[in-house]
């Protein structure tokens, strides 16, 4: 048969069934989707300020651009909320890719706000000594040069400044704000890669300890290009289960509810071991985000070698964004496997809030300290999602919300003590801090207090909450366990404080170096959201609650 006659036919058969007229124009709510375009236009526009912008001007166009773009997202995700998208009108915008609800907007206003105070770190710039008359940051001057390279030392000379980490952090934190609002599992891995890939690469830009900082982003990016295949995997098995990307759907298909199956789907669909598989696939590339045992192996290394300020970043952010995800899969996809879940995530939550807790105790480094203490605040977290009640998923979000302050806080703290060679970090530096700036010690107390769970701090508030959840939710063991990690984690928060006030100071112990309004801003604001939720939590915990409906 000839071309010719090939096309004639396609284009007789096409018209006898007319779909061309039969595709609908693609529905997009763009206002439900503006802190998410607001964020990425902002990014996008970063990337025109490194090619347009003389380089002199940049560093203070950048920090603007991206202080603007994430308090008006933070506005626009306010407005939803106070136009009933959380609640009344929550419904799924965007064709079925994204999820306008309680949890989606709650979940965003901490990402950005997150955010917000994580620049403040980034563009801190008083913390070093001037090299060659020019102020410097946290950043390597030029990220392209080989460490200790006459490259690198012209770079310093010449006072280059990194400033591609502003639209990173913004594309890193556009991804955040999909990954736990997206309703179908493209959306999701897309939204993973667009926000894990800029971390990868923050994480290799520190412009003390280079090799360290480098030696950290491959690990990261190896063993999250692991987890990430382990996702899309899982994506593909859910797929071949289902025959939908859509959590809805797949949902249906789970419980037995689906009415119109596809026939050329209908020998899969009963096929439980491509549910099982799959599922567990994906969970575990959650997992690995959120950083529960077995999980975990990045996190200390990653934590240390990183920047600080992407650390303090990372650590609040990513842990928000991966559990809103986590909570969406479990409770909208999966909620009819919960029998198969549950004990999974019981056996998960044991070990990781034991072993946070236990080898935190052995740690001498202040960061590789504050990772292992963040792999026992995820065990606690876990507790909350194992509820599987309104009161669980409400309790996380609130979690959620009090714990990355004081990360970002805490960590903001670790880069004012300095020495010689930059932040000192080693734990026996920090001998009689308290005699030498008492302040500054204090302010950490404060921040370690919340992480051990002490009454009147945010993190008191967070553990309370979860723990009663899981006690209602039928975890009461999960809970005795969680009590005695709390016990255990105590101990070496306390040995801190203990350390800082107690201790004679060294001769040639570190200095507190003098931060700019932008740290002491951040810090200050991660102290005053420490004390007013374990002090006066109430209403935030209402503001969780009427937050903790997903939209189906």
């Excluded at 590339?285 to 990183?306: N, R």
Aim: charged share 10%; proline share 5%; hydrophobic share 55%.
């Amino acid at each position: 048969m000839s071309a010719t006659a090939v096309h004639s036919l396609w284009t007789t058969a096409a018209t006898a069934a007319d779909p061309i007229s039969k595709i609908d124009a693609p529905k997009i709510e763009y206002g439900q989707l503006s802190p998410t375009l607001i964020i990425l236009g902002a990014a996008l526009i970063g990337v025109l300020v490194e090619a347009f912008v003389p380089r002199k001007s940049r560093y203070y166009t950048q920090v603007f651009v991206s202080a603007v773009a994430l308090c008006a997202a933070f506005a626009a995700v306010v407005a939803l909320a106070a136009d009933g998208y959380g609640t009344t009108k929550a419904h799924i915008a965007a064709m079925g890719a994204i999820a306008v609800d309680g949890p989606s907007l709650f979940l965003q206003g901490v990402i950005l706000l997150s955010g917000l105070v994580g620049l403040f770190t980034f563009a801190e710039r008083r913390l070093d000594p001037e090299a060659h008359g020019n102020r410097v940051d946290s950043f390597a001057a030029q990220a392209a040069s080989v460490p200790g390279s006459d490259s690198e030392k012209a770079a310093l000379k010449a006072g280059f400044t990194t400033t591609e980490v502003f639209p990173l952090l913004l594309f890193a934190v556009a991804g955040m704000l999909v990954f736990p609002s997206a309703n179908d599992l493209l959306t999701l891995f897309v939204a993973l890669e667009v926000f894990s890939l800029p971390l990868y690469l923050l994480c290799a830009l520190a412009r003390r300890k280079r090799l360290l900082s480098q030696e950290a982003a491959v690990k990261y990016f190896l063993l999250g290009a692991f987890a990430s295949a382990f996702t899309l995997f899982g994506i593909a098995l859910l797929y071949g289960y289902a025959g939908s990307m859509s959590y809805s759907t797949i949902s249906q298909v789970v419980d037995g509810s689906i009415t119109n199956i596809n026939p050329a789907l209908a020998d899969t669909m009963g096929n439980d071991a491509l549910l099982l598989i799959g599922g567990a696939m994906i969970v575990m590339g959650l997992l690995f985000k959120v950083g529960a045992v077995p999980f975990h192996m990045w996190t200390p290394d990653v934590y240390q070698g990183a920047p600080t300020p992407v650390t303090g970043f990372m650590a609040a952010a990513t842990k928000v964004a991966a559990f809103g995800a986590l909570l969406r899969l479990l409770y909208v996809v999966l909620p009819g496997l919960r029998w198969d879940w549950r004990p999974v995530m019981w056996g998960v939550a044991i070990i990781t809030m034991l072993g946070g807790a236990i080898v935190a105790i052995t740690q001498t480094d202040i960061k590789r300290l504050l990772a292992y203490s963040s792999i026992a605040h995820a065990g606690f977290i876990l507790a909350g999602v194992i509820a599987t009640t309104r009161d669980g998923v409400s309790s996380v979000l609130f979690y959620l919300g009090a714990y990355s302050f004081v990360t970002i806080g805490a960590f903001a703290v670790v880069t004012l003590v300095r020495d010689a060679g930059g932040e000192a970090t080693h734990l026996s530096k920090w001998a009689g801090l308290g005699r030498r700036s008492p302040l500054v010690a204090a302010v950490f107390a404060v921040f370690l207090l919340s992480f051990a769970g002490i009454p009147l701090t945010a993190g008191f508030a967070g553990k309370f909450a979860v723990f009663k959840a899981a006690a209602a939710g039928g975890a009461a063991p999960l809970v005795v366990v969680g009590v005695l990690s709390s016990a255990i984690a105590a101990f070496f928060y306390i040995r801190v404080i203990v350390l800082m006030f107690f201790s004679e100071p060294r001769p040639d112990g570190p200095t507190v170096a003098v931060p700019s309004p932008l740290t002491m801003a951040t810090i200050g604001v991660a102290v005053a959201a420490t004390l007013v939720l374990g002090v006066a939590p109430q209403y935030f915990l209402d503001l969780a609650n009427q937050a903790g409906v997903f939209v189906r």
